[in-house]
């Protein structure tokens, strides 16, 4: 069946939409009352709050498609703050001559990652616009924060470590090389990290900023973190940022690791005493064996990143500029 | 200054255009912080929690813009939970060639409609797709919920009375008007309802169900909850459902006032005894000047929505069959 504006009205073609695919696979107590709004006991005051609108293009590709990034996405987001991810929403844009069958795999997806992720979607909604028969996925998110201290990107400090919790690029090299039509394995890194976040929040170590290295890349997050932290991120230019087959395929193509995005990768800063505990928590956990320890907070008169060259020098890292490959989260 | 992909990158045109637009008019000590979730301190555990995207076109519309529509719709969903509003999510998706004039003016309606409502815009996301220069925006909300009794679709009960808060269709009249080119002066009825709900639920008044009267209509609005209440809904068949200019409109084109969509309308049933209480509130209110009783909850063996006709007899009310106009919200 394709999607008509009908699916959009509002009315029993809504309904009937609602019923045959959102309500077999997202089914829960709250969700199922289809009030406005669901009401939630929560059991404590501090909360985090996100959302994410995912407009990937294709839907699917190796490793995941755009309902289980649009589950992961929001939900890493999340933890970034040290929160323990519980409720999502997921608002729906069709296009019209989507195949029905086509939303389903994504909705089951959603369900498979919002399973794994320990979070229930309580809230949604469904439009429909006229395109290109594909879709477009909002997840907005409530965690309840568990973090001691303020988990943010204005917490690094001087001395801190950089870890990153695993290779780098995967999802984008993947994405550029399905709409390039170049055939590989890639996959994406598309995943939720909530038993690797969760692991590092009960160890009691001294996190002081994580955040997932999405859009823009880890040269982009770390710029944001310099700035918003007022210090000097040293990285390693000896260091393995991708791994051998996303290596070869930015070699070709020109790209470089460090401004690629990716889905299930983050950056944790901490200080230097706690680094290799945290690392071997990581390398510990699911989606983290290939974690490594890149760089070094310093001090600094001017925020910036800069990583040392082969001759033992140093150059600037800039953030993203210019569009990078569109469409891919 | 035309919408690019680049905008949607995620690097330091993305950054660009948060600080030059969504920076200036949503700024706020949380959201100002940029992280990847917000972290909210709540006054009390119980909350409603909602998400809406909107797609309305054209964008801008007598009454209002989708902006205004994105904020309005999320803040009444809230309130139809017994919830007093409190914090908001956009996620935009940005079509390229969207002169950023517009996405300003979008942006300048969502703040003002916010103010209005009381709530902080404290999460947000933007991409960028390919398209026809417009855009869409998704609203989730955050509301703490002040009834003492549960206010929801299913706690209609026989012997209610049925009030909607003013008159109908003029939200999907005005937008019809619009894209048929059809020179009137009918507005669209958007609006923040908070004002209304929050006295009703402070006055002690015993509220079975609220529900706004969105996509669908009334007929379809309480199609549903004579479904989840287990009830059967007579409308009076005398009552003056529309203003004259929208009862003129639909005449000629033979539409039917309750099943049009409207942006600042809602339903309330609650027991007989307290009606006249009700209705002289909502009158109080900002936007229920022209609120009126429009039926009763009986009982039944099969849930239904009749309505009184001239003969003195009553016909079936179903909810909106096909698509209605699509794109109203």
Do not use: W
């Given at each position: 069946m394709k999607i008509t504006s009908a699916h959009g009205g509002g009315g029993k073609q809504t309904g009937d939409l609602i019923g045959a695919i959102f309500?077999?696979?997202?089914?829960?107590?709250?969700?199922?009352?289809?009030?406005?709004?669901?009401?939630?006991?929560?059991?404590?005051?501090?909360?985090?709050?996100?959302?994410?609108?995912?407009?990937?293009?294709?839907?699917?590709?190796?490793?995941?498609?755009?309902?289980?990034?649009?589950?992961?996405?929001?939900?890493?987001?999340?933890?970034?703050?040290?929160?323990?991810?519980?409720?999502?929403?997921?608002?729906?844009?069709?296009?019209?001559?989507?195949?029905?069958?086509?939303?389903?795999?994504?909705?089951?997806?959603?369900?498979?990652?919002?399973?794994?992720?320990?979070?229930?979607?309580?809230?949604?909604?469904?439009?429909?616009?006229?395109?290109?028969?594909?879709?477009?996925?909002?997840?907005?998110?409530?965690?309840?924060?568990?973090?001691?201290?303020?988990?943010?990107?204005?917490?690094?400090?001087?001395?801190?470590?950089?870890?990153?919790?695993?290779?780098?690029?995967?999802?984008?090299?993947?994405?550029?090389?399905?709409?390039?039509?170049?055939?590989?394995?890639?996959?994406?890194?598309?995943?939720?990290?909530?038993?690797?976040?969760?692991?590092?929040?009960?160890?009691?170590?001294?996190?002081h900023t994580l955040r997932d290295i999405t859009r823009g890349g880890l040269a982009t997050v770390l710029n944001e973190i310099a700035a918003a932290s007022k210090v000097r991120i040293t990285l390693d230019g000896g260091a393995e940022y991708a791994d051998e087959q996303v290596r070869g395929f930015c070699d070709i193509l020109g790209l470089d690791p460090l401004t690629m995005g990716n889905e299930g990768r983050l950056a944790l800063l901490l200080p230097e005493k706690d680094a290799e505990r945290a690392l071997a928590l990581i390398r510990g956990s699911k989606y983290g064996a290939d974690a490594i320890r890149v760089g070094t907070v310093r001090d600094t008169d001017r925020p910036e990143v800069v990583i040392t060259t082969r001759a033992g020098g140093t150059r600037v890292v800039t953030p993203l500029l210019g569009e990078g490959l569109p469409r891919i989260c």
């Open positions: 309500g077999v696979y997202f089914t829960n107590e709250i969700l199922d009352r289809m009030e406005d709004a669901a009401v939630l006991d929560l059991p404590s005051t501090r909360i985090a709050f996100t959302t994410d609108s995912f407009v990937v293009t294709p839907l699917f590709f190796p490793g995941g498609d755009i309902g289980k990034l649009a589950v992961c996405g929001t939900v890493n987001d999340l933890l970034m703050r040290g929160a323990r991810p519980k409720y999502l929403s997921a608002g729906f844009i069709l296009e019209e001559g989507l195949d029905t069958d086509d939303l389903e795999r994504v909705v089951i997806s959603m369900h498979n990652a919002a399973r794994e992720a320990g979070v229930l979607i309580v809230a949604g909604d469904t439009k429909v616009v006229e395109g290109k028969a594909g879709m477009y996925v909002n997840t907005s998110g409530i965690g309840m924060v568990e973090a001691r201290g303020d988990i943010s990107a204005g917490a690094a400090r001087p001395g801190d470590a950089v870890i990153i919790s695993g290779h780098l690029g995967n999802h984008q090299a993947c994405l550029l090389s399905r709409r390039m039509g170049i055939e590989n394995t890639i996959e994406s890194d598309c995943a939720p990290l909530g038993e690797m976040v969760l692991r590092l929040l009960e160890s009691g170590l001294d996190i």
